[in-house]
């Protein structure tokens, strides 16, 4: 199993709706939880990190955590063609890196 | 405000070349890192430093030498450029640290042929 598993999609959602990215890992342990947005050909940018099960809300984000079943959630409310993009997820593994999972592809359609 | 830049943000080598990638940050972070993005393998952590002159190896450091004489740049040397070490490396930054929110440069695509 690999240790920060994201479906690598694409997603696709119509403009409006709530986008629904999932990670799921594998170490109990693991504390600090990341969302970053790449856009293609640019470089990861931090959206949202998250410590405490629960949910947690940013503007049009939220992060869902649920270190008792090891998955944490980004949704994306009233989602637009701007946000189309790969989502990475990012953990830290065994308390000595961030680990970051392969990315989902979603694409918002106008 | 600049951030973090790297340079250059393009480069062409040819396999056994040494390479030298830049990176400067303008926040005073004491946290830097190297990361290449493979297709397939997704970020993975090269080198890291804490500080000057202080840093340790990630998750695929062979090939790679790293140097942090002052908190600002943090060079990451490929000393023989190899066929694999082709990908997009990407630099960051953390205030905080290692396994804390980490800010990234645009990047350097590598290619070695």
């Known amino acids: 199993q690999k240790e920060v598993e994201q479906n690598s999609g694409p997603l696709s959602v119509p403009e409006g709706a709530i986008a629904s990215l999932n990670c799921t890992y594998s170490d109990r342990g693991s504390q600090s939880f990341f969302w970053y947005r790449q856009y293609s050909g640019k470089s990861p940018e931090l959206i949202m990190f998250?410590?405490?099960?629960g949910d947690k809300e940013d503007g049009r984000f939220t992060a869902q955590l649920n270190k008792a079943s090891q998955y944490v959630s980004l949704l994306i409310r009233d989602s637009q063609p701007s946000d189309s993009a790969t989502y990475l997820c990012a953990l830290d593994n065994a308390g000595n890196m961030l680990t970051f999972g392969g990315g989902t592809r979603l694409m918002v359609k106008p | 405000d600049a951030g973090i830049t790297q340079s250059p943000r393009y480069k062409i080598t040819e396999t056994g070349r040494q390479v030298t990638l830049m990176c400067h940050q303008t926040w005073s972070h004491s946290y830097m890192f190297w990361y290449r993005q493979d297709l397939g393998h997704g970020l993975r952590l090269i080198y890291y430093?804490?500080?000057?002159?202080?840093?340790d190896k990630g998750e695929v450091p062979d090939g790679y030498v790293v140097s942090r004489s002052k908190t600002e740049n943090f060079p990451l040397t490929l000393e023989s450029a190899t066929r694999s070490q082709t990908s997009v490396y990407f630099c960051?930054?953390?205030?905080?640290?290692?396994?804390?929110?980490?800010?990234f440069g645009p990047g350097t695509r590598l290619t070695v042929t």
């Open positions: 430093s804490a500080a000057a002159d202080i840093t």
């Open positions: 998250i410590y405490s099960n």
């Open positions: 960051a930054s953390s205030v905080r640290g290692l396994l804390y929110e980490q800010y």
